[in-house]
């Protein structure tokens, strides 16, 4: 079949230009459609229900809320994962599933049971499903800066009802979570005095409000042949018509609403504010895009709708970003392309001094592009993203391997045949299954790693598959377009100087050959040393589970103590602000603060925590990790008693939505009483405070706060005739406010209303707020009730549906999972509870599974490489003696590794895997020679074999090398994640090649001596 193939494609042009043309069409749909992102998408097929439970404690949210939601949730099928937030007015449920679920499907099934729950809820209480969105869904964060002075109500307006339904009409955009100023809401503010004078109570004026805020549909009449639709309108279109109302009727005389109060603009009670640099507080909002849409493309429409909304925006207003994830992908693409373009330009440089021809090289060189082009065209097909990771560890070397065997070998029979096609034809079909199997080898090792699974799997599987596709290029053309190219285009002439160059490396490979014959015991023990030395090293190294990537951005953490007003924070953060802007004017860009809660509760947070998002200067003076240490250092000298975290926006966004916290590392007591978690959760974080490396910790807010209680005294209210209904709505209006129907403006604008008693005319102090008494007069609430502050909980956070107390660790200067390790040692001498057990999460949770995974990933590999082994050798001592020789490759990477002072991680393991691979295949290429050669003496056949393959061994691997050393050398932005991939499978290449020539010989000479 092969045969066929090849002689098919080397003698009809048609057929090959027609493969050559598909490459194109199928590159240029994947150029034009491959989504694009900064990096993979790891989080988890998760859906998010919250309820909004205003005035209820967190104990009475759990007990009332949470609770009978988990119930319902709990038998949904393929649920992996479940956990909670209990807060003051706030359930929070997170639901993972199985990857396979679709995630509308799993929306539909959660709906379903919502709506059979929600009679069980306390009235008022309506969870909502959150939207469908991501880690990278908070792709464009913005704020609206107006060219004149405009109040932060209006500002909150204009955002709501005009910026945020003209952006949601972009495609691809989930949802848009307005952020900072005051939500508008019209307060009717009456006069107790004047309920008094025409004894008036709460309940009547609220039932008039009602009634005269109404819509009604009362059917259609027939009117010379045409229908007319009947209603009747008593909707509020303006505070005046609310002014206008008539509350009650007292002799003859209508009572309008002017008589007994006044409309003013207020506002529904906030949660949050934004922050930015040192202008104070500002309005803005968070872009979610879609899940599975392409982020750049939903960006860049984004803009365009954003650039035609700002000439219709009153008062001059622009809308500027403070988190722009566009500008991120094509910093980190530009990395990807800048890399990729030089790896390909240096293996070219070396494909062409190697086959001594620029016409070989530049042959040879075009697999490249094509191969590439064929492989954006799969991705886009099947759906995966062009990002750092899928497109930052591709190899050329590796790809253009079978293209460089094939068209060496057509050039060396260039010189011995006078036809051309003949040549061509007899070099390709001879060399076919040596080429095969070599690329069966390099798919070998990338293929097993398609039984990744979790996080590690959405990390790796597209480059994998990249990886797989290019190759699957790459060997479509070595069939087709490169022997019909080579037919047509190469010469049988090459330099002298390749021919020299390669009589030195035999030359070379011949006398290090005769030197371990002489003393094969250095050969041996240089073997068994470095890989014992990896193995060591491996131990020892630091590790993590992913190299972290460099965003461009802090996300600071900040949380003052506990209690604080919202107020008081954004003073703290105003301040902290000018002191970052003022001490690093060189490093930092800019400063926006995130306080409290957003109108979509996807990360609540109290009104004390704020995340200040800082930019970092392409120019700064500061490493990273030296500006995070200093910014924290500097906070907590400045403010001490607030907690600081540093940590990136990307990176926080993942950790939280992956492990339920914010930070690298998650510790969760789980067990039933909140007292026994509080004491035994202390010990524990104070065993993380001792531990090296732990940088940040967090604990829960379970206690701490207070509440002010009124408690009603039955007989009290029945002596003095008060009616607990209309006591309940004067508390109701002191305060929030008892909510009425919306104003619909002509704008279809809505805004609240609510009835509220004027603030002028009550005390400060609750428990003398007059409350009305059957005899028309006034009483305290202290006569009819006790008054009183109380502790309260802060957050009750639940996991796996039971109580739990979370401690959040960030780590600097050591391996996450490190860190854990010896934590795990220590709490292991705890004498917790009977009951009450510890769970590790976020990356050593993600590292564990990685572990458990690769433990027969790996095996599955050395299997599938054996098995082709055994089907190109037939000897299982050769199979044996080369898999053995082949552990000093990823010895030798991890060595690599530790000499440029970078940590162990999973990126880093993968890159051990192809390093022992790819040794295993230039083993294989030396003793298959050796064994087809037709001599007796065991010595003769070994140097020959070395002398014929010595040379493609040291062409291969250096051309392999070539391949990824802009990757393993890049300074650029998120070379970091490439790097510990590329610098493994560097040192692990060059330290197999070299003891393939050096170790594996001998295992198969008897003689002591040439």
Known sequence: MWAALLRLSIRSTVFSLSILLLFLLIGGYGVLSIQIDAVPDITNNQVQVYAYAPGYSAAEVEALVTRPLEAALATLPRRIEWRSISRMGLSLITIVFEEEVDIYQARSQITERLLAVRDLLPPGVQPELGPVSTGLSEAYQYILKPAVPVSLTELRTIQDWIVRRALLETPGVADISSFGGYVRRWEICLYPEALQRYNLSLT?????????????????????????????????????????????????????????????????????????????????????????????????????????????????????????????????????VSNLTKAAAIVIALLTIILGSWRAGILVGAVIPLSMLFALGLMSMTGISANLMSLGAIDFGLIVDGAVILVEAVIVRLSLYTNRLEATEEGAVHIRRASLFGELVVISVYLPLLLLSGVEGKMFRPMVWTMLFALLGALILSLTVVPWASARFLQCHTWRFSEN???????????????????????????????????????????????????????????????????????????????????????????????????????????????????????????????????????????????????QPIQMRFNELLAGARTDIVVRLIGPNLDTLQYWGEIIAQECERTAGVADLSRPLFFGSQQLVVRWKPEALAFYGVELSEALRWLQAYRAGIPLRVLLTEEGWRFGTALR??????????????????????????????????????????????????????????????????????????????????????????????????????????????????????????????????????????????????????????????????????????????????????????????????????????????GLLPMAFSEQAGAEVQRPFATTIIGGLLVGAAFNLWVLPLLFIRRKSP
């Open 204 to 336: 009547e004026i609220e039932n008039a409000l009602l009634t005269s805020n109404h819509l009604l549909g009362i059917g259609y009449i027939e009117r010379s042949g045409s229908t007319i639709a009947l209603r009747a309108e008593g909707l509020w279109r303006s505070p005046e018509d609310i002014r206008q109302t008539v509350v009650a009727v007292r002799g003859e005389r209508p009572l309008r609403l002017i008589d007994v109060g006044e409309v003013r603009e207020g506002h529904l009670p906030r949660y949050g504010a934004l922050l930015q640099d040192t202008l104070g507080e500002v309005v803005g909002g968070i872009v979610l895009v879609r899940k599975g849409e392409n982020t750049a493309q939903v960006v860049q429409r984004l803009k365009e709708n954003i650039a035609a909304l700002e000439k219709r925006l009153p008062y001059g207003i622009r809308i500027e970003p403070f988190l722009d994830r566009e500008a991120l992908i094509h910093r980190l693409l530009n990395t990807v």
């Open 757 to 962: 008693l004027a603030s002028e005319s009550l005390p400060t102090d609750l428990r003398r707020l007059p409350i009305p008494a059957a005899h028309g007069g006034w009483i305290p609430l202290e006569a009819v009730a006790d008054v009183r502050f109380v502790p309260s909980y802060n957050e009750i956070p639940h996991a796996e549906g039971e109580r739990t107390y979370q401690i959040g660790i960030n780590v600097r200067g050591r391996g996450a999972i490190s860190v854990v390790e010896d934590l795990e040692k220590e709490i292991r001498k705890l004498p917790l509870p009977t009951g009450y057990r510890v769970r590790f999460g976020g990356a050593w949770e993600n590292y564990r599974s990685a572990q458990q995974r690769l433990a027969w990933v790996i095996p599955a590999t050395v299997g599938l490489i054996a098995l082709l082994m055994y089907l190109t050798l037939h000897r299982v001592k050769a199979i044996g003696a080369i898999l053995l020789i082949a552990l000093a490759a990823p010895a030798g990477g991890m060595l690599t590794l530790m000499a440029r002072g970078m940590p162990f991680s999973l990126s880093a393991g993968i890159g051990l895997i192809g390093a022992f691979g790819l040794a295993t295949l230039n083993g294989t290429v030396l003793l298959n020679r050796f064994y087809d050669l037709p001599y007796q003496s065991a010595l003769r056949r070994m140097r020959y074999a070395l002398r014929e393959r010595a040379r493609p061994i040291l062409a291969t691997t250096l051309i392999a090398v070539a």
């Open 501 to 647: 160059l390669t009589d030195k490396l035999r030359h070379a490979v011949g006398a290090m050959f005769r030197f371990s014959l002489r003393y094969p015991w250095v050969a041996g023990t240089a073997w068994l040393g470095l890989t014992l030395a990896g193995a060591v090293g491996f131990h020892l190294s630091e590790t993590v589970f992913l190299p972290e990537l460099d965003e461009g951005a802090f996300a600071v953490e900040t949380r003052l103590p506990l209690g604080s007003s919202l107020d008081k924070t954004i003073a703290y953060c105003d301040s902290i602000h000018r002191l970052l802007l003022r001490s690093f004017p060189t490093e930092l860009t800019g400063a926006v603060a995130k306080i409290g809660t957003s109108e979509i509760p996807m990360d609540p947070m109290f009104v004390e925590s704020a995340d200040l998002i800082l930019g970092i200067s392409p120019n700064a003076s500061l490493s990273r990790p030296e500006l995070a240490d200093s910014l924290k250092r500097l906070i907590e000298a400045k403010y001490p008693g607030i907690f600081i975290g540093v940590q």
